[in-house]
C-alpha cells in the first residue's frame, strides 16, 4: 500500500474552550476531560499504524500558540505539528495539504487523510481500510451522523489536480457538509467510496445514542 500522511485536526481541551455544545449538558470541567481522552485515543491509533510505517502523522492544532503547540504536541508522542490557523475547517484542511506538500514530496507520500478527535470508537481497521481503498479511490469518506464526515482521503491525483474540490462551495458546520463535498465531484471522474457510518461526539444525544 502506498503511504500516507495522517493528519489529525485537534483542539486544545482548555476549561470552557472546547465542546461547548456537550458542555452545557455534562459541564465544562467533564467537557474537557472528554475531549481529552478523545485525542489521546485518535493518537493511540494512529501511533499505531506509524509503528509499522504505513503511515506518517502530523497533528493540527488549534486553540494554543506554537509554543505550547510544541509542548503538546511532545506529550502526545507526535513529532509533527502544524497550526491550523484561521478560517473554516475547509480552509483548515487545504492549508494543512499546502503545509505539507514540501514533507509529502520528500518522503515519498502520495496520500493525505484527515481526521477529528471526536471518536471514540475509531480503531486501526478504519485507517487501514482508508488505506486499502485510496489504492483504488481517489477520494475516501466517513459519514458521519450530522451529516458531515469524521474522515477524508485525498489521493495524490486529486491533491495535485484538484486540491480545491474537496473545500469549496461547502455549508461547513451544517447537515449538509457531506452531500455538498459529493456534489463537487458528481461530474468528475473520480472515484469515491464510503467507510462505515460512525457518531461524532458533540452532544449528550450523541454519546447516548452509543449506547
Known amino acids: 500500500m502506498d ?9 486544545w481541551h482548555g476549561f470552557g474552550r472546547c465542546k461547548t455544545r456537550l458542555s452545557n449538558d455534562i459541564g465544562k470541567s467533564n467537557s474537557a ?3 481529552s481522552v478523545m485525542t489521546k485515543h485518535t493518537i493511540s491509533v494512529a501511533k499505531s499504524l506509524q509503528k509499522n510505517n504505513l503511515i506518517d502523522v502530523s497533528i493540527a492544532i488549534s486553540g494554543l500558540g506554537r509554543k505550547n503547540c510544541r509542548r503538546w504536541s511532545r506529550e502526545l508522542g507526535i513529532k509533527k505539528f502544524n497550526l491550523q490557523g484561521k478560517g473554516c475547517l475547509g480552509e483548515k484542511m487545504k492549508r494543512q495539504i499546502i503545509i505539507n506538500q514540501k514533507f509529502c514530496t520528500q518522503n515519498k507520500i502520495k496520500n493525505i487523510i484527515f481526521i477529528g478527535t471526536d471518536l471514540p470508537d475509531l480503531c486501526h481497521q478504519d ?5 486499502r481503498e485510496l489504492q483504488q479511490n481517489d477520494l475516501i469518506l466517513g459519514p458521519s451522523n450530522d451529516g458531515g464526515y469524521w474522515l477524508i482521503g485525498l ?4 491533491i495535485s489536480t484538484n486540491l480545491y474540490s474537496p473545500f ?3 455549508e461547513w458546520g451544517t447537515k ?5 463535498t459529493i456534489d463537487n465531484f458528481a461530474y468528475s471522474k473520480f472515484k469515491y467510496k464510503f467507510l462505515d457510518k460512525k457518531i461524532d461526539i ?8 452509543r449506547k
Open 3 to 11: 503511504k500516507a500522511l495522517l493528519i489529525i485536526m485537534a483542539k
Open 33 to 35: 476531560k472528554v475531549q
Open 127 to 131: 485507517l487501514l481500510k482508508t488505506l
Open 155 to 158: 489521493s495524490e491525483k486529486i
Open 168 to 170: 469549496i462551495n461547502i
Open 176 to 180: 449538509k457538509v457531506l452531500q455538498n
Open 202 to 209: 458533540d452532544t449528550i444525544i450523541d454519546i447516548e445514542n
